[in-house]
């Protein structure tokens, strides 16, 4: 959403919307004030069965003290280390992957390399069976291609879909909390035994979390990474000469993907709540209110980007928001990065010009906290 004030409250909905770039960053900088447990006032009947699948458990949602515990347990499983090895990996299942659009005679981004790339990467680097990878895709299909309508002033109504999801959050974590239990018993070379394994000050992850942690990995492998890659090849067709650029001097591939989470940031927006009254952008927002932080349209206040529209790769620095801030900042960057830094570049060798085709429309994902395409023919 466009607007000229940087916080603004929706009557309708019950929600501040905050839109503004130094507004969103004094947020993600202060989780005393701003809160990432939406639990705390979000009314149950929005999410049923919450209690039972643990919904309030994952890291995105656990405030300090308890988060930063949480954090160094799962960071000293998923280290850098871990996701710079899987360099030779990621650029072996990104040629398999063309190769084999090759064979088929066309090459639409989304189905034939977006998506498939980082949920291989991910369920190879966690060891659950890459075979079972129509199984993800269905429960990451439940649960985020669901109109995203939120409303806390709406009575919320039991919908099929939520249903669903909810059956698959408990199918999920059914599974993971299987292949967990089984790394146990016989430990293996791979993510999920070094989460099970995990210690800290003699103390390890809870079954729970290990489970929780492994869903939000193999969940964030499925939508973002795809995201990215689709929108930076989207902007390379829109800015041919951007395209131009860098072929010329690929030592800026990774300040384009950079541009390009912030031209097209792929968690549109994020939700926070307040734990007590705060000042914020000429307003004073209440305790326990629901605030949905758009990433999107910080990333482009003119405030501090100047001329937002324009994508510019060479912007340096580009403090944009799209991996969020602070004590949340998003874990899987560096591994989302690399994706996105190897597969271009093999984009790039492989093909002389990326281009859209004229004759066969691009579909964006419809939901509005997500900004990527679901479709991309080239
Ligand atoms: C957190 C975005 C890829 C795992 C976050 C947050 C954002 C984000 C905005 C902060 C949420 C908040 O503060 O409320 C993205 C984008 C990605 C991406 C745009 C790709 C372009 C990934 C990948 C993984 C991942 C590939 C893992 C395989 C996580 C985790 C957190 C997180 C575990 C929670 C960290 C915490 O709460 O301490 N991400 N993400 N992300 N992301 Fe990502």
Redesign the pocket.
Known sequence: PRSDRPVEYDAAAGIWGVHGYPEAHEI?GDPETFS?DTFRVIPKPLMPDAEEFSLAGF??QIDPPE?GKL?KLVSSAFTRKVVADLEPRIAAVTHELLDAARDRGRLELVADLAYPL?VIV?AELLGVPGGDRALFKQWADALFQRDAKISLTEPAEQREEDIDAMKSWRDMSAYLADHAAERRRNPRADLLTRLVEAELDGERLPAGQVVN?AI??LL??HV??T??LGNTVLCLDAFPEQQDRVRAHRAAVPALIEES?RYL???AA?SRTTTRAAELGGETIPADQLLMVW?GAANRDPRQFPEPALFDPGRDPNPHL???RG???????P??RLEGRIALNILLDRFDRLRTDPDDPVAFIPTPTMTGVRRLPL
Do not use: E, K, N
């Not at 004590?327 to 960057?333: K, P, Q, S, W, Y």
């Open positions: 993600l990432s890291i995105t988060h954090r980082p991910i942690f939000l990995l964030a492998g973002t990474t995201m990215l989470l940031t792929p968690f994020i990433l799209a991996f969020g004590i949340h900042f998003c874990l899987g960057a591994l989302a």
